[in-house]
């Protein structure tokens, strides 16, 4: 009975054997060559996945592939800017005059880069100035932004077309700024169809001209180009609603010092001079100093909303403050350029610091080495920080998105394990959409992620 029990114990196991047997799983790599394969022919990429905790090498495709990586070039602009400053580093803004009997003569206003101060700073500073009992400016309010020089553009866009000027991704640079350098425009159509549209700027700006050629009617949409003396806004707008849109400005510095002079003036101190540029004289008095948030919370908040402006600003600023002044663009690029020797490999090219300009190339490779070297840096919590976060916090990543361009890099976190990667997309075929598609699908499967 024992050996028949024995022989049946065999014979059962066998003839179930007939069932399906589940087919063994795909590794990582043949599921990511999966992903990637049935569009290999009609783009470009470069991709490298790796462990951060022990170096091993999860995934890698073309990894040394130089492509056109769009906003990931700010990555390697803000491990420079926290590698080179600091993470509590502080743009000051200096204000310089004498207050006699409340009154102050000549108000001056020197500015160190600051790309982040804006509108509700602005109105603490005019607080300051109430709480400082001055009651009225007798002379001009004189500002200086030497500490820049005069190209207001980044290198590879100076140049660019009339309808790109006023986009706000293309805003100027100033060593005084406000807003990013940004107005919002409001165009509030008339009671009726045909009736007299408005137009009004937030914040309030008179320096320059703008011509409404908007109109009243059933359509909607509105924008603006550029003129000789200002703007011309255009389009249309539904009777009694608005239409809102927002554009770059020009001259910054004019544009800071016009609408502090607005403030000073809605807060009751008077202003009887003009805004005018001028440097500041060797004897003037500090009236008083703003400082700004801490650079590591700029350097996130770049990250975090893509901002340009901050970005190209703090290449001028690495110049202003490690060269000589007045800070340079391409002076600001050598700062990172040598930051990052030893880092990542020779080949690259930066040609901005915003990853505006399709003249920037990197590889995956690249990418990979300069975030495992921020990950052991002090800054590294504030860098991270920026970083879009998704999945739980499993996935921490900066986005960069041009046309014929889409590039994802950052960490991700499977099993306790973090992982330094890259994932580069060129190509002329495919819409940005599925290529996209495509990293998010290599980021899930990577990740253990089912839709």
Same mark, same amino acid.
């Given at each position: 009975?024992?050996? %028949?029990?024995?022989?049946?114990?065999?014979?059962?196991?066998?003839?179930?054997?007939?069932?399906?047997?589940?087919?063994?799983?795909?590794?990582?790599?043949?599921?990511?060559?999966?992903?990637?394969?049935?569009?290999?022919?009609?783009?470009?990429?470069?991709?490298?996945?790796?462990?951060?905790?022990?170096?091993?090498?999860?995934?890698?495709?073309?990894?040394?592939?130089?492509?056109?990586?769009?906003?990931?070039? %700010?990555?390697?602009?803000?491990?420079?800017?926290?590698?080179?400053?600091?993470?509590?580093?502080?743009?000051?803004?200096?204000?310089?005059?004498?207050?006699?009997?409340?009154?102050?003569?000549?108000?001056?206003?020197?500015?160190?880069?600051?790309?982040? !101060?804006?509108?509700?700073?602005?109105?603490?500073?005019?607080?300051?100035?109430?709480?400082?009992?001055?009651?009225?400016? @007798?002379?001009?309010?004189?500002?200086?932004?030497?500490?820049?020089?005069?190209?207001?553009?980044?290198?590879?866009?100076?140049?660019?077309?009339?309808?790109?000027? !006023?986009?706000?991704?293309?805003?100027?640079?100033?060593?005084?700024?406000?807003?990013?350098?940004?107005?919002?425009?409001?165009? %509030?159509?008339?009671?009726?169809?045909?009736?007299?549209?408005?137009?009004?700027?937030?914040?309030?700006?008179?320096?320059?001209?703008?011509?409404?050629?908007?109109?009243?009617?059933?359509?909607?949409?509105?924008? *603006?180009?550029?003129?000789?003396?200002?703007?011309?806004?255009?389009?249309?707008?539904?009777?009694?609603?608005?239409?809102?849109?927002?554009?770059?400005?020009?001259?910054?510095?004019?544009?800071?010092? @016009?609408?502090?002079?607005?403030?000073?003036?809605?807060?009751?101190?008077?202003?009887?001079?003009?805004?005018?540029?001028?440097?500041?004289?060797?004897?003037?008095?500090?009236?008083?100093?703003?400082?700004?948030?801490?650079?590591?919370?700029?350097? *996130?908040?770049?990250?975090?909303?893509?901002?340009?402006?901050? *970005?190209?600003?703090?290449?001028?600023?690495?110049?202003?403050?490690?060269?000589?002044?007045?800070? %340079?663009?391409?002076?600001?690029?050598?700062?990172?350029?040598?930051?990052?020797?030893?880092?990542?490999?020779?080949?690259?090219?930066? *040609?901005?610091?915003?990853?505006?300009?399709?003249?920037?190339?990197?590889?995956?490779?690249?990418?990979?080495?300069?975030?495992?070297?921020?990950?052991?840096?002090?800054?590294?919590?504030?860098?991270?920080?920026?970083?879009?976060?998704?999945?739980?916090?499993?996935?921490?990543?900066?986005?960069?998105?041009?046309?014929?361009?889409?590039?994802?890099?950052?960490?991700?976190?499977?099993?306790?394990?973090?992982?330094?990667?890259?994932?580069?997309?060129?190509?002329?075929?495919?819409?940005?959409?599925?290529?996209?598609?495509?990293?998010?699908?290599?980021?899930?499967?990577?990740?253990?992620?089912?839709?």
């Amino acid at each position: 009975m024992k050996l %028949k029990k024995f022989f049946a114990a065999l014979v059962i196991p066998f003839f179930l054997g007939v069932m399906p047997v589940k087919a063994e799983e795909k590794s990582l790599v043949e599921s990511i060559d999966a992903i990637i394969e049935p569009y290999y022919e009609d783009m470009s990429v470069s991709i490298k996945i790796e462990s951060l905790t022990n170096g091993e090498l999860v995934y890698e495709r073309d990894s040394d592939n130089y492509l056109i990586p769009a906003s990931n070039v %700010k990555l390697p602009t803000g491990i420079a800017a926290l590698g080179n400053l600091g993470s509590d580093y502080h743009f000051t803004t200096m204000f310089y005059g004498e207050i006699i009997d409340c009154v102050v003569k000549d108000l001056y206003v020197k500015g160190y880069g600051d790309p982040s !101060l804006v509108t509700e700073e602005l109105e603490e500073i005019v607080d300051k100035f109430v709480e400082k009992g001055v009651k009225e400016i @007798s002379g001009n309010i004189f500002f200086d932004d030497s500490y820049f020089d005069d190209d207001s553009r980044a290198p590879g866009y100076s140049e660019t077309e009339p309808e790109e000027e !006023l986009k706000t991704y293309n805003a100027q640079l100033g060593a005084l700024s406000l807003n990013f350098n940004i107005v919002n425009v409001l165009v %509030k159509g008339g009671k009726k169809k045909g009736y007299r549209t408005s137009v009004s700027t937030d914040p309030f700006v008179d320096y320059f001209k703008i011509e409404n050629k908007t109109k009243t009617s059933s359509k909607r949409g509105v924008w *603006a180009n550029k003129t000789d003396d200002g703007v011309a806004v255009y389009g249309s707008v539904r009777p009694r609603q608005r239409e809102i849109f927002r554009m770059s400005i020009d001259e910054p510095g004019t544009y800071f010092s @016009s609408t502090l002079k607005h403030h000073l003036e809605d807060s009751g101190i008077r202003v009887k001079g003009e805004v005018k540029e001028g440097e500041i004289p060797e004897d003037s008095k500090i009236l008083l100093i703003h400082i700004s948030k801490p650079l590591g919370d700029i350097v *996130a908040d770049m990250n975090e909303f893509s901002n340009n402006l901050i *970005a190209d600003q703090l290449v001028k600023v690495l110049d202003a403050e490690f060269n000589e002044r007045p800070g %340079k663009y391409f002076g600001g690029l050598g700062i990172i350029t040598n930051y990052l020797e030893g880092v990542v490999g020779d080949g690259y090219v930066i *040609a901005d610091g915003s990853g505006l300009s399709r003249n920037s190339l990197f590889t995956a490779d690249d990418f990979v080495g300069m975030l495992s070297y921020a990950y052991g840096q002090k800054f590294f919590d504030c860098f991270m920080e920026g970083l879009v976060k998704r999945y739980d916090n499993q996935l921490r990543m900066k986005t960069g998105t041009l046309d014929d361009v889409s590039a994802m890099s950052g960490y991700m976190l499977k099993d306790g394990d973090w992982m330094a990667f890259s994932i580069l997309i060129n190509s002329e075929k495919l819409k940005i959409s599925k290529m996209r598609e495509i990293q998010e699908n290599i980021i899930k499967e990577v990740l253990g992620i089912e839709d």
